[in-house]
C-alpha cells in the first residue's frame, strides 16, 4: 500500500492520548503482527473499559521512507493523532490511538516536502476502519440494504451511517470481464410492464458479470463491441437480443433455453384449452343425464334469459365459446335450481363476488375494465341525507339515478364510517322455515389453470394420480386435445433425449395442424431454428440467469425499489465476486 501524507494535519498534541492506564510489563511491548498483517506498529498501551477497548499505538522505526521518492528521512517534522475502528472483541467496540510522525523529505529533487507515516498495509490511507473491519461493512452492505446494514454495524460497535456504507460499496471498482466466452442473457422489471433492463451471466463461472439499463438490441451490440472474446450467448425467444447478435458481425453461437421453449409450449397447451373449454365440459357432463323431475324444476337457462330481454333480440349460443362462458352458464344453472351464492362458489371453486355478480346478469357482458368509482361526488350528499335518517340502501338507490356507477356491497364499504357506533335494537324476526336443500349430482367442472397443471404433469411423463389419470383418459377422447398432447409430449422427449433429426421430423408432422395456438408456436420455431437446435445440441442453459433474476428481485423488494442501476450492478456482480 502506498503511503501518503495525511491531510488533517494538527501540531498540537491532544491531552487525552497521556490519559492512558499502564499494562502488564509482558505485554507492553505487543507487536500488532500477531493480530494484523505484517507490521511495524507495537501496542505501548490499553485502556480496557465497560463498553470500549482502547489501544495506543506507535512506530517502532526511528525513521520513515518517503512514498514519492524512497528516500529514508530521520527528521520529523510535527505528529497529529489518528482514530481507527477495528472489529470489536468480546462485544466491545476496539478504537485504535496512532500518532503518527510526520517527516521531512531532505531530497532535494523529490516534488514534495514533507511525507506522514502509516500504520502498516492493514489501514487504507485517509481512512479511519482497518482492513478486515472495511471487509465487514462492505459485506453487510452488499447483502442487506444500507439502513439495515447501519443498524447491523452500529449494534457490532462499528458506528456508521447508511450513506457511509454506501460510499464504500461505490468505491470498490466493477472488473470489465474482457476474456468471457460463454454468457447468458435475460431482461428483468424495474417496473414490471413499463421499463425493463438485461442481465448478464458468465455461464463458465456463474457469477453476474454486468447489467444493462434497458432490454434493445443497441445496448446489447454495444456491449458485445466491448466484449470481443464472447462466442456463445444463451438467450430467451427475444428478438432484440437475437438481433444485436446477427449485426456484431461475429460468429457467435445462439443457443435458446429450454426452460423457455417447454415454458412456451405448456403456454400453447393452456391456451388451447381454454378456448376450446366447451368441449372439455361437454365430454364431463355426458354420462350425467337429467332426470324428469329436475326438468321440471330446471328451466333451460337459456329461455329464462331470453324472456327478460325485450323484443325479438335473443342471445344465441355458441359451441365453441370460452372458460368464462361456460361458467356464467353454470352459475345460472345452479342459480335456477335454487343453491344460494355461497354453495356456487363452492361447488365451481370460484369467488363468492364473481357468483354474485353472475346472478345479476341475464346475459354475459364483453370484456371490459371497470370505471374509477368517484365517490367523493357523491360524500356531501350521502352524508347529509344519511343525517337526516335515510337509510343507505334507500341512498344508493337515489345517486344510482344521478349516475353514479359503483355496486352496492363497495358503497356500503365505503360508507361504513357513518353508521360506526350506532347500536340499534334488532327487531324480532320469524323463524324461517327450513328449506331443503337443493341437490346437484354432476360432476364439477375443473378450472382451466388446474387442468393445464395436471396436463403438463403428463407430459412430462410425472406419476398422475387416480383422479388425474381419469381426467387424462376423458380429454383424450377430443380430437383436438390428443392432437395438442401429443404434439407437446413428442416436444417434451426431444429436449430429454436428443437425436440429431428429431425437431425437423416434429415440425413437418404438425405444421399443417388446424389449432392455431400450435401453428403459431410452430412458426416461431422455424423462425429461431438454428438456436432451437443448439438448445438441443449444447448443454447450456438460462437456469442459473433465471436464479439471478429472482436474487435481483429480492435485493429490489429489500430496497423497496429505490436502488438505481450501479448500486443495483455493485450488489449483483461484487457480491458474487468477493464473498463466494
Keep these: 500500500m502506498l503511503k501518503d501524507p495525511n491531510c488533517n494535519k494538527n501540531n498540537t498534541i491532544d491531552a487525552h492520548c497521556h490519559h492512558i492506564s499502564a499494562i502488564n510489563e509482558a505485554n507492553s511491548s505487543l507487536n500488532l503482527s500477531s493480530f494484523y498483517l505484517p507490521s511495524d506498529m507495537v501496542v505501548e498501551s490499553a485502556v480496557i473499559g465497560n463498553n470500549k477497548i482502547e489501544l495506543y499505538i506507535k512506530s517502532v522505526l526511528d525513521y520513515g521512507i518517503c512514498p514519492y521518492c524512497g528516500h529514508i528521512s530521520e527528521k520529523i517534522h510535527s505528529q497529529y493523532q489518528r482514530v481507527i475502528t477495528d472489529l470489536p472483541v468480546l462485544g466491545k467496540r ?97 417496473r414490471k410492464g413499463i421499463n425493463y433492463g438485461s442481465i448478464i451471466v458468465n455461464l463458465g463461472t456463474g457469477h453476474v458479470i454486468d447489467l444493462l439499463g434497458d432490454r434493445e438490441r443497441d445496448s446489447f451490440s454495444k456491449w458485445l463491441e466491448c466484449h470481443q472474446q464472447v462466442s456463445l450467448v444463451s438467450r430467451d425467444r427475444s428478438t432484440e437480443y437475437s438481433t444485436a447478435i446477427a449485426l456484431s458481425g461475429k460468429r457467435i453461437i445462439e443457443v435458446a433455453d429450454r426452460f423457455h421453449l417447454i415454458k412456451n409450449m405448456s403456454d400453447c397447451v393452456t391456451k388451447t384449452i381454454s378456448e376450446n373449454y366447451s368441449d372439455y365440459r361437454n365430454a364431463v357432463r355426458s354420462g350425467n343425464e337429467i332426470t324428469p323431475e ?71 357482458p364483453p370484456r371490459k375494465s371497470s370505471p374509477r368509482n368517484e365517490y367523493f361526488k357523491f360524500d356531501s350528499y350521502v352524508e347529509s341525507e344519511y343525517s337526516n335518517g335515510k337509510s343507505l340502501v334507500n341512498i344508493f338507490h337515489e345517486i344510482k339515478n344521478l349516475g353514479f356507477k359503483g355496486s352496492k356491497t363497495p358503497f356500503h364499504d365505503h360508507y361504513r364510517y357513518l353508521s360506526k357506533g350506532r347500536k340499534g335494537r334488532r327487531t324480532d324476526r320469524p323463524k324461517s322455515i327450513k328449506k331443503i336443500k337443493p341437490q346437484d349430482n354432476r360432476e364439477p367442472l ?88 443448439n438448445g438441443i445440441k449444447y448443454p447450456f442453459s438460462n437456469g442459473i440467469v433465471e436464479g439471478f433474476v429472482n436474487k435481483l428481485k429480492t435485493i429490489k423488494r429489500m430496497m423497496y425499489g429505490k436502488a438505481k442501476l450501479m448500486l443495483l450492478k455493485r450488489k449483483l456482480v461484487l457480491g458474487t465476486l468477493l464473498f463466494n
Excluded at 345 to 360: D, F, P, S
Design 446 to 533: 375443473i378450472p382451466v389453470k388446474t387442468i393445464s397443471s395436471i396436463v403438463d404433469k403428463g407430459i412430462r411423463m410425472k406419476e398422475l394420480d387416480e383422479k388425474e389419470d381419469i381426467l387424462i383418459q376423458t380429454l383424450i377422447s377430443i380430437p383436438w386435445f390428443k392432437e395438442i398432447y401429443n404434439a407437446a409430449t413428442s416436444f417434451y422427449k426431444i429436449f430429454k433425449e436428443p437425436n440429431g433429426g428429431q425437431l425437423a421430423e416434429w415440425i413437418n408432422e404438425y405444421r399443417d395442424t388446424e389449432l392455431a395456438k400450435l401453428k403459431t408456436f410452430i412458426t416461431g420455431i422455424i423462425l429461431d431454428m438454428k438456436a432451437v437446435e
Design 94 to 190: 476496539v478504537v485504535i490511538h496512532f500518532r503518527p510522525r510526520k517527516f521531512f523529505c531532505q531530497n532535494d529533487f523529490c516534488s514534495k516536502k514533507t511525507f506522514a507515516e502509516q500504520p502498516g498495509n492493514e489501514v487504507f490511507r485517509y481512512r479511519r476502519r482497518t482492513r478486515r473491519c472495511e471487509q465487514v461493512v462492505t459485506h453487510h452492505g452488499l447483502m442487506s440494504s444500507s439502513n439495515d446494514a447501519s443498524s447491523l454495524l452500529n449494534g457490532m460497535g462499528i458506528p456508521l451511517c447508511n450513506t457511509t456504507v454506501l460510499r464504500d460499496i461505490h468505491r470498490i471498482r466493477i472488473p470489465e470481464n474482457k476474456e468471457i466466452t460463454n454468457i447468458g442473457i435475460d431482461d428483468w422489471a424495474f
Design 294 to 364: 329436475e326438468k321440471c324444476i330446471q328451466p333451460d337457462i337459456q329461455e329464462i334469459c331470453n324472456d327478460k330481454l325485450s323484443g325479438d333480440k335473443k342471445q344465441e349460443v355458441n359451441n365453441n365459446t370460452d372458460s368464462r362462458t361456460i361458467m356464467f352458464n353454470e352459475v345460472k344453472e345452479l342459480q335456477d335450481k335454487g343453491f344460494s351464492i355461497g354453495a356456487i362458489a363452492k361447488k365451481l371453486k370460484i369467488a363468492r363476488q364473481t357468483v354474485r355478480k353472475y346472478r345479476n346478469y341475464t346475459s354475459l
